[in-house]
């Protein structure tokens, strides 16, 4: 099973092929490059039962990643849990809700870790010895922890006046942190630059092709975790898009090769209304999607213009989702639900998913009664500053029961008294 | 040096023969590579060919155009 299936980068456009490189737009046509695969070579060979037997990690599902043969970036990572939401369920009145809490994901605490040890792994591959990415969070902490990890050099770059939590939480792994004087697009720009001169696999930017293929492993997992079948509806924050196509990818690949039923999946996709290009176009009912400044406290979903925006509304439609989008004050709402009904502090992308969630089931455009997946993709323990106002603050008494004993009182507490 | 972006049309910009008035004003090439309009908004794919200063110049005046919007093709995958 080590023979690579991967058969070459394609122009999601123009369907011009290129080879295995470190690339990602299409001289032609300047549309972007997808891995793509000969399926065919794996029928009757990737079966349940291999899948079953491997350890439990994304890698599980390795032929159906851009690498060749093993990881040498990540091989822990992936295969969060799939929670069965009963508590919300009763909130909510619906039928049948799952978490797949990436909130937990090894080692970083979000589903990048997935992205990142793919797009590692391949600039391995390739002959790159350092790595780097442009980020304002999740991602420049994935890429410094798992380069770490490797013994790859790493470089993250970032606005300058970026928050101190964010910063350390990529600073601790020894990465090397450059603050960009400037805004959030002013570091993009020269990150591209940075990436043609110095030679360096910039995960998303040159290698961007393999790191969004590792979005896959998500709903491997989940159907894997559902017993084998795909969900009939799943919900998942949108940024870029790029993770609501690769769920529809992998639930089509294995119907394709045979490991679940056609369950006709609905794809859905959740946004901040602070920054919804993608959702808007969705519920306008064009493909076009208009450019906006994003304005919300869902950070890691606040991509103005989205790259991946034409194809996520694709997805959307063809598969018979629907999109959506909430305030910042419904993000924080949700992300308390979520935590207060499940125990899962999601990050705020995660109260985006859920609140977008609440409000297609009140509109009717997620049923009731059938299955819904809901994907948390990050922890709230690194965006605190936007529950911090949201949650009740300690009561403070002397170290006496008698104090106690009224505050149990007033809080209606029986003792066994 | 040469730049690729994406320049994004807003309906009162889409009507107007700014790409035209980019090469007029600076002396840079262009090439239209890819392009689509409608629903009162165009997209197209360019690249901006010339000496590194006035290339440079010339994506600032871009950006500074009203209901225009300037993607470098290389960065307009970035996300996180």
């Known amino acids: 099973m080590s023979e690579t299936i991967v058969r070459a980068l394609k122009c999601r456009e123009c369907g011009q092929e290129y080879a295995i490189e470190p690339t990602h737009v299409c001289e032609f046509c300047f549309g972007p490059l997808e891995v793509v695969y000969d399926y065919d070579k794996l029928q009757g060979k990737f079966t349940r039962e291999l899948i079953e037997s491997r350890r439990q990690n994304m890698w599980r599902y390795k032929e159906l990643l851009p690498i060749d043969g093993e990881p040498s970036v990540g091989a822990q990572n992936g295969f969060t849990p799939l929670v069965r939401a009963k508590n919300l369920e009763k909130v909510l009145g619906v039928s049948e809700l799952y978490i797949k809490n990436d909130s937990v994901c090894y080692p970083t605490l979000s589903f990048k870790d997935r992205v990142v040890s793919v797009a590692l792994s391949k600039a391995v591959e390739f002959g790159f010895t350092t790595v780097a990415c442009a980020s304002t969070g999740n991602l420049a902490g994935s890429v410094a922890a798992n380069a770490a990890a490797a013994g790859l050099e790493s470089y993250v770059f970032i606005p300058h006046d970026l928050e101190q939590g964010k910063v350390l939480g990529a600073g601790i792994f020894g990465t090397k942190i450059i603050g960009i004087q400037g805004k959030y697009d002013d570091v993009n720009r020269l990150c591209s630059e940075v990436a043609g001169k110095y030679g360096w696999a910039f995960v998303n930017v040159n290698v961007r092709p393999f790191y969004a293929e590792g979005s896959k492993s998500l709903g491997y997992e989940v159907m894997e975790q559902l017993g084998w079948k795909a969900p009939k509806h799943i919900v998942v924050p949108m940024a870029s898009g790029s993770l609501c196509t690769k769920v529809d990818k992998s639930i089509k690949e294995f119907i394709k090769l045979g490991l679940i039923e056609d369950a006709g999946t609905a794809v859905y996709g959740a946004q901040a209304t602070g920054c919804s290009p993608i959702s808007k176009s969705v519920k306008d009912g064009t493909d076009m999607i208009h450019p906006v400044h994003a304005d919300t406290i869902a950070k890691s979903l606040a991509i103005g213009n989205p790259a991946d925006g034409f194809y996520a509304n694709r997805v959307i439609r063809d598969s018979g989702g629907f999109a959506e989008d909430i305030s910042d004050a419904e993000v924080i709402a949700a992300m308390k639900l979520l935590a207060e009904t499940e125990g899962i502090f999601a990050e705020t992308a995660g109260g985006v998913t859920l609140g977008c969630a609440m409000k297609m089931i009140e509109s009717g455009k997620l049923p009731r009664d059938e299955s819904i997946v809901l994907c948390i993709t990050g922890n709230g323990l690194k965006t605190q500053e936007a529950v911090v106002d949201a949650i009740e603050k300690p009561r403070i008494i002397a170290a006496s029961l008698k104090e106690f004993d009224l505050l149990a009182a007033a809080d209606g507490v029986l003792n066994k008294d | ?80």
């Open chain 2, 1 to 80: 040096m040469k730049i690729r972006v994406y320049l994004n049309f807003n309906q009162q910009t889409v009507t107007e023969p700014i790409i035209w008035r980019l090469a007029k004003e600076f002396e840079v090439m262009t090439n239209i590579r890819t392009a689509e309009v409608r629903e009162g908004m165009g997209l197209v794919g360019l690249e901006i060919e010339g000496d590194q200063d006035v290339v440079e110049k010339a994506i600032q005046w871009l950006d500074a155009q009203e209901g225009v919007h300037v993607e470098p093709i290389e960065q307009n995958v970035v996300e996180g």
